[in-house]
């Protein structure tokens, strides 16, 4: 069972514009969104990007979260602004590539979606009040 509340809010498919873009280009192909601004931008675009490639049921790489060098996918300097690369693959050629590059053991895979949730990330993902506490919604109480 994967982790997370339920979905009860609207998706946010802000970035939805790129993942068609790419899809259009087709599978496996590097697209390139130069000029962001600043560091923070080019993060929030790549989690958007991976965010709709998901409500799409695509596998998008677009590399972590931080600079990365040259050859690999992700966020990179140029000058004062920053670029982001990434590309969109068919979930089963991105399910390969995860068991190709690092093994069938989900316990070394950068992310376990099977693993068991720990209360601090129960935690986070509580419904909050605009003071930021935890709202609990317990009707028997």
Known sequence: MPKGTPNTHRWDCSQ??????ALGQGFGRELV?????????ADAVRKGIYRCARHRRVSAEAGPARVVDQPAMGIRKTGRTYALHFKMHRKRDGRRHLLDHHGPDRASWPYDPRRPATGAERESWAPRNERGQAVSHDLWN
Request: no cysteine; proline share 0%.
């Open 33 to 41: 969104l130069s000029g962001l601004e600043s560091f923070e931008r």
């Open 16 to 21: 939805d514009h790129l993942v068609v873009a």
